[in-house]
């Protein structure tokens, strides 16, 4: 049995004249920790639109779990447990952290709309989830606070809780710490470290910290195609990766430029 849980092959995105993704080829593996880094315009976004079903592919192929994906729409896509976070936070401002994630578990458990029902005695499958999301993302002081007053980690932190919350083989972490001020990064740095290992990540991030501290396995895209993949230590050595993208060395131990 294959260990790889998601896979493009030739992938190829063309808007007019542009390409913005140029036959990308690569494997996610089984628990995997892995980072998709390049320079702004590289197509990161745009390969991220493509495996999660929001574009579809000019050419090439999606596998997820062994299975053509390659034309299923995106909620297809998260019911076989393809999953992903965005850069700008898409949360309801005006519910509470437990009333989203009782919304959300309540639909992954089959409940369909009965989570305010779920949140009373009916349901304690829902509950107990709930409490056990909230604890682990460190938001069961401000679970009764409206979403629309946290603090912006916390808001991130709930964003992945939810995204857990669908039970994912496979979780996409479009830049976690984007906007999150310095205060709040190693509550949200911990956490995202701490992500059961048996949930595939693949991170898309700027952040070189987090990205030498968390990915075992490093693809560099520039200008829509694969530049390079390895190891965090021969990404950091790379003297293409320093020429086109970090522009100077990195201590690959720390993640910090120098």
């Not at 992903?84 to 994630?101: A, G």
């Not at 460190?138 to 808001?155: C, D, F, I, S, W």
């Not at 709040?184 to 030498?212: G, K, N």
Request: charged share 20%.
């Amino acid at each position: 049995m294959s260990d790889v849980v998601l896979s493009c092959a030739g992938l190829i995105k063309r808007f007019g004249g542009i390409t913005a993704t140029d036959n990308v080829t690569f494997d996610l593996k089984q628990g995997a920790r892995h980072a998709l880094i390049g320079p702004n315009g590289a197509g990161k976004t745009t390969l991220i639109n493509l495996l999660t079903g929001v574009l579809e592919p000019t050419a090439g192929r999606i596998e997820l779990l062994g299975e053509d994906i390659s034309a299923l729409s995106q909620h297809e896509r998260v019911r076989r447990g393809m999953v992903r976070t965005f850069q700008i936070n898409q949360l309801f401002d005006t519910l509470t952290p437990l009333q989203t994630l009782a919304m959300v578990v309540s639909e992954t458990q089959g409940l369909g709309g009965k989570w305010l029902q779920a949140l009373g005695a009916g349901q304690p499958s829902v509950t107990e989830r709930c409490a056990e999301l909230l604890e682990q993302f460190h938001l069961t002081e401000v679970m009764n606070q409206p979403t629309k007053v946290l603090a912006y980690g916390k808001r991130r932190l709930l964003e992945i809780a939810i995204a857990l919350a669908c039970n994912p083989k496979v979780l996409l972490l479009d830049e976690p710490v984007a906007g999150v001020p310095a205060g709040e990064r190693e509550e949200l740095l911990q956490t995202v470290a701490a992500l059961p290992a048996d949930v595939s990540i693949l991170l898309i991030e700027h952040d070189m910290d987090l990205v030498f501290e968390f990915a075992t396995r490093i693809t560099v895209l520039v200008n829509g195609a694969v530049l390079t993949e390895g190891a965090p230590e021969a990404i950091a050595n790379d003297s293409q990766v320093k020429a086109v993208y970090l522009g100077h060395s990195l201590d690959a131990t720390s993640g910090r430029n120098s």
